[in-house]
């Protein structure tokens, strides 16, 4: 389970509040789209629950208790750029997670743990449409294939929460259609909780089982400072959808993708 | 067509890669011969063939007092110190500059102390040296450390804070601690920087160490061209500094090379 329970989180800058007063349940196993304008706090939103900032005011609590200061293997994430590890093979990206979480001093693995974990690494990075590039740099892979890439990194830790910023913004439409395919399929597959910032409207909807507008209610230019963003919308998405269940009205779109080459 | 977009063909600029060294050679051989037709005896600017016969009696003739080739005994004592000063610059620069660039708390203490050290003319304190340490080896490596290690630290750290914090975070995500992403993610990354750093540094370097065998030393290539500078031999000076331009280019081309043999994806980042 990986239910999140934000209440009243306030985030300021010094004098310059960014979010104001949010207070949002996310259920597990749910994938939250969070949209909005530029500047209204969506991203540092996603940073306070990785971990990576802490709220000024106001609780965060991850399946009932606090959020650790840091980031941490219960928490993926994947960003538009510099996700993947450029000195490392897709093999090598994809093999470091486990590795760091299993050998303490010298953070890698030998002999038969080694093999076993690169079994693993290579089923993941199948299951994200990679087979057959496991030997190549990041940089020889095109943009859409290294968010492919970070996507299995993330997922091979198996994290309870899956944190999204603006993962596929930088990918041209072709692209970004397919690998919204892959997206709804791994988290029908994976038990865990999405939350996503993005910009593209139509990614939010066709994704998210609940679409969250972040918005300044007050954005005069004399009121910029002293007043942050709050949530403006909570939409959940109709027909409902469901992780690992077919919907009833559109099951095409909206159920769990056949995977295909494993 | 623009100046900006004219590129020269292969031969062209093979052509134009070596008009500059043929242009000093032709300089200096007119200038040579000129000085020779007024003096036979002229010592300033001596002909190709006394720098044959200089440089057959310093590399393949034993020398008749200590029986040693002068040429590769100075090349051996001279390299020895450079790289012994050039490993400890590197070790230092490794260990400290990633510590600064990882850790908020190391940086506190050090940066600012490393920014003051790496303003200190080097050669300001080869006297102290020479006092404390005495005039042995110790003293001019460590004035190659002290001139160079400073540098060194601060592109290092430079580097790892370069880092995208995105890298950190998402090591931090995978479950690494502090050491751990040190080992994995920090060090691998630095490391093709500092091949690149030390290939810079062979410039500074060679000059500290000339610098020191020339105030103090009794073999080394610094030493034979102080040395000789009092017979004005400069059939001994010239392919002295040239053998030494060459050593500098050679280690700067090889440590390139080794670069992009051992860390294959370095180039190809800088190709993306």
Redesign the interface.
């Known amino acids: 389970m990986s239910a999140i329970s934000i209440k009243d989180v306030w985030k300021e800058y010094g004098d310059q509040i960014v979010l104001e007063n949010v207070s949002i349940d996310i259920a597990s196993r749910a994938f939250v789209a969070l949209v909005g304008p530029s500047g209204c706090g969506k991203t540092t939103f996603l940073r306070m629950l ?1 971990g ?1 900032e802490r709220p000024t005011r106001g609780t965060i609590l991850l399946d009932g208790e606090p959020l650790p200061a ?4 219960d ?3 994947v ?1 538009q ?8 093979t897709v093999l090598g990206n994809v093999l ?2 486990k ?3 299993a050998a ?5 693995l030998f002999g038969a743990a080694r093999r076993q974990a690169v079994e693993e690494a290579r089923s993941m990075i199948a299951s994200v449409g990679l087979s057959g590039s496991e030997d190549k ?1 990041p ?2 892979l095109s943009g859409g294939m290294q968010q492919r890439l ?1 996507l299995a ?2 997922l091979v ?1 198996r ?1 309870k929460v899956l944190l999204l910023d603006e993962p596929f913004g930088a990918l041209d439409p072709g692209i970004r259609a397919e690998i919204h395919v892959l997206m709804k399929r791994l988290w029908h597959d994976a038990p865990m909780t999405v939350v996503m910032v993005t910009h593209d409207m139509r990614e939010a909807f066709t994704l998210a089982t609940r679409v969250v507008a972040f918005e300044r209610p007050r954005d005069r230019p004399e009121e910029k400072l002293r007043y942050g963003a709050s949530i403006t919308k909570d939409i959940t998405i109709w027909p409902p959808r469901k992780a690992g269940e077919a919907s009833l009205i559109r099951p095409d779109r909206d159920g769990p993708v056949p995977s295909q080459g494993h | 067509m623009r100046w900006i977009n004219a590129r020269p063909s292969n031969g062209a600029r093979l052509a134009l890669t070596l008009a500059p060294f043929a242009l000093v050679l032709i300089a200096y051989a007119m200038g040579s011969a000129a000085r020779l037709a007024d003096n036979a005896n002229d010592k300033l600017l001596p002909g190709f063939a006394g720098f044959a016969e200089a440089i057959n009696r310093l590399a393949f003739v034993a020398d008749p007092r200590t029986g040693d080739y002068i040429l590769w005994a100075d090349t051996l004592a001279s390299l020895l110190r450079l790289s012994a000063g050039l490993g400890i610059s590197t070790l230092i620069a490794l260990i400290i500059g990633l510590l600064i660039g990882m850790l908020p708390y190391v940086r506190s203490l050090l940066a600012p102390f490393v920014a003051a050290v790496s303003m200190v003319p080097p050669l300001a304190l080869l006297p102290i040296l020479f006092i404390v340490m005495g005039l042995g080896e110790a003293s001019k490596v460590t004035l190659i450390v002290i001139g160079v290690a400073p540098i060194m630290i601060r592109d290092l750290a430079l580097k790892a804070l370069e880092l ?1 914090r ?2 950190i ?9 502090s ?2 992403i040190g ?3 920090v060090l ?2 630095v490391l093709p920087r500092l091949l690149t750093c030390l290939r810079l540094q062979l410039g500074p370097a060679w000059l500290f160490l000339i610098a020191a065998e020339a105030i103090s030393s009794d073999s080394g290539l610094g030493y034979r061209i102080f040395l000789v500078r009092r017979y004005l031999a400069m059939d001994v000076i010239f392919p002295y500094v040239l053998w030494i331009t060459l050593l500098a280019v050679l280690t700067d081309y090889l440590l390139d090379r080794v670069r992009v043999a051992v ?4 180039d ?2 800088k ?2």
């Open positions: 990785l990576q840091e980031p941490g293997p928490r993926g994430v960003f750029r510099y996700s993947v590890f450029p000195h490392l470091l997670g590795e760091l979480r303490r001093l010298s953070a890698r740099y940089a020889q970070a990194q993330a830790m994290p | 995208p995105e890298q975070i998402k090591a931090e995500t995978l479950g690494g601690n050491w751990q080992l994995r993610v691998p990354q860390f294959p994806w370095s190809l980042e190709q993306a």
